[in-house]
């Protein structure tokens, strides 16, 4: 019998080089504040309002981006650029905030 499905091909050649948030193309490297959904994790509770710097651009199978980060406070940051478990975290681009907006933001009391 014939199998007639197959994956989706994805380039792993060609990543994504930059991604337009708020009207600010981002890159690898550039800083980010964590807005994270409400979805009632703790870990959202925690990375709220962190700083974090963007590791990889990312797209899975179904075309969505997300944005790999390494927390700019985190002791362990070196494992999270060495893309180690823990120390690396994924946000959509609606989560994060370019640090030229964050600084420019005034947060109400």
């Known amino acids: 019998m014939k199998d007639d499905f197959s ?8 990543p994504l080089e930059s991604v ?3 009207g ?3 890159r690898a490297g550039e800083k980010v504040r964590l807005w994270p959904k409400q979805r009632g ?3 959202d509770l925690a990375l709220r309002k962190k700083v974090a710097t963007i590791e990889a651009i990312e797209q899975d199978f179904e075309g ?3 944005l790999a980060v390494v927390l700019d406070d985190d002791p362990g940051r070196e494992w999270g650029l060495q893309r180690q478990p823990g120390h690396r975290f994924f ?3 609606e989560e994060v ?3 030229a ?8 009391p």
């Open 7 to 14: 994956w989706p091909e994805q380039n792993e050649d060609t």
């Open 20 to 22: 337009r948030v708020f």
């Open 24 to 26: 600010v193309d981002l």
């Open 41 to 43: 994790d703790i870990m």
């Open 64 to 66: 969505q981006i997300h």
């Open 91 to 93: 946000f959509s681009t």
């Open 97 to 99: 905030e370019p640090m």
């Open 101 to 108: 907006l964050a600084d420019n933001r005034q947060e109400a």
